[in-house]
Structures are given as C-alpha cells and as structure tokens.
C-alpha cells in the first residue's frame, strides 16, 4: 500500500486556475522524494494537500490508506505528515528548545514522561540534544531548521516533508539539514519528501517529480531527469 496516493487530483485557490491539475502520484514506505519545479509549480500547493490542509476539487487522496474527505481522519493525517516549511524564523515559538520541540506532542495530550522520551529521540536525531536548554534566537538558521524537524519528529510522523526548508539557509546549515533527513530516512526508515528548487538536492533521491504549471512534467530517477537538457531548460531548471 502506497503512504501517499494522488489520483487525478487537481486544487485551485480562486476556483479559476488550478494551483495543482490532474496530478496522479505515489510515495511508497521509505522512498525518499524530491520534487522540484520553478516558483509557482505547484508545489506548497502538493505539500498542503499532503497533510490534508487542503483538499482536493477533485480527484481520490489516501495518506496511508485513510482518505482526507473523511473529517474523522483529518487529526490522523496531519500526525502522519509532518511539514517543514521555508523560514525558520517562524517555525520556532517556544523561548527554549524543548519546550518548542514539545508543543505538538504537548497539544496531543500525550503524557509528560512519554514527552521527555520524545524530546530526547528528536533532538538526538537531528543532532542537537546539547542545545536542549538554548534559546532558538542564538541559533543558526540549519540549527533553527533541525529543531523544526525535531518538532516534527517528536510527533513520530511516517512522512517528513520538507518544503524548501533548505532555501534560506547558508550552504553548511542546508548541507546538515538534508544531511538529517537522509539520515532519518535511511536509519529510521522515515519516508521523506523534500520539496526543492535546488537541483543538487535531488541527487540522492529514490524518485524525482518535477512540476511545471500545477502538472507533473517529468517523473523518475535523478539520472533519468538529468538526462533530459533540453525539458530542465524548458522548465527553468539548473542543472547541479
Ligand atoms: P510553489 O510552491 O511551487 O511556488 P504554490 O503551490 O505555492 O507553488 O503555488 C501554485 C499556484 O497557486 C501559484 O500560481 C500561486 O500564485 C497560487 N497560490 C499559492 N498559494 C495561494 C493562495 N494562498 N491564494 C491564492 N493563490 C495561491
Ligand atoms: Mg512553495
């Protein structure tokens, strides 16, 4: 069964154009994804549509086999895919760490040994439990964005989806964020999708989906995407 299912799924925000049109697509249980397309592909649109922020006009979407028109299901869906998003600055609300690593699973009611565990898991994953006690405020922006992710872990999400959460940061701070997915996807089994427009990013990936005007324009392997020049051109790519 895939974790994430599309079939013909098409999105618009003003109910004029489709953010996202007709877009079939699966995310097996540890693949790790990129999908990569120009500024205003379609992209965020996907990453919502993922965690059931929203729906889809038309088409089937299952997150792990549960379908996002049923409302039951939605609190589910959204713990079984967690999002990373751009700006660390506004991901981070807590003035200590683990208190900020904590508010998902505090506002799960989940109880307060479980959440200490938690706290411990997350951080170590993404390599930042000496920062435990540290004010966000005096830390990097890749140090700002492994917290974000630990906040995300600490809900033990089946998916990770990092939407261009590597787009504001300096090359080391992106280099140890995707270092920690990796990590968490090959270690941890973690099914990642990073969301990208950087074409390096794409290197280590299982699959590779590239959008162009809310349609998918090419799916398959990084090498299978590279090959075709002249399409990464047409469709404002660069090539690592
Ligand atoms: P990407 O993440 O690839 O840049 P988006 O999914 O954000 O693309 O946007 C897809 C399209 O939807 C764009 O044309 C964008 O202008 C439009 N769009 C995105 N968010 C909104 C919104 N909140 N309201 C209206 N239109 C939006
Ligand atoms: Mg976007």
Do not use: C, W
């Amino acid at each position: 069964m895939s974790l994430i299912k599309l079939e013909n799924v098409s999105f618009s925000y003003d109910k004029r154009i489709n953010a996202v049109s007709n877009v079939s697509l699966s995310v097996e249980q540890g693949q790790y994804v990129a999908i990569i397309g120009h500024n205003g592909s379609g992209k965020s649109t996907l990453a919502k549509l993922f965690n059931g922020l929203v729906l889809p006009d038309s088409g089937s979407l299952l997150v792990d086999g549960l379908d996002v028109f049923n409302k039951k299901h939605l609190l589910e869906i959204r713990k079984r895919v967690g999002v990373v998003f751009q700006n660390p600055d506004n991901q981070l609300i807590a003035s200590i760490v683990e208190d900020d690593v904590a508010f998902g699973p505090e506002n799960l009611g989940i109880e307060r040994k479980e959440i200490g565990e938690r706290i411990d898991f997350a951080l170590s994953s993404v390599g930042m439990q000496n920062f435990r006690h540290s004010s966000p405020t005096r830390l990097s922006g890749g140090q700002k964005q492994r917290i974000a992710i630990a906040g995300v872990l600490a809900l033990k999400p089946k998916i990770l989806v990092l939407d261009e959460s590597t787009a504001m940061l300096d090359p080391q701070g992106r280099k140890d964020v995707l270092d920690v997915a990796l990590r968490l996807n090959k270690e941890q089994n973690v099914t990642v999708i990073n969301i990208t427009h950087y074409m390096d990013e794409v290197v280590s990936a299982d699959k590779v989906i590239v959008m162009n005007k809310g349609k998918i324009a090419m799916s398959g392997t990084p090498s299978e995407i590279f090959r075709e020049k002249q399409k990464i051109e047409e469709y404002k790519l660069e090539l690592p």
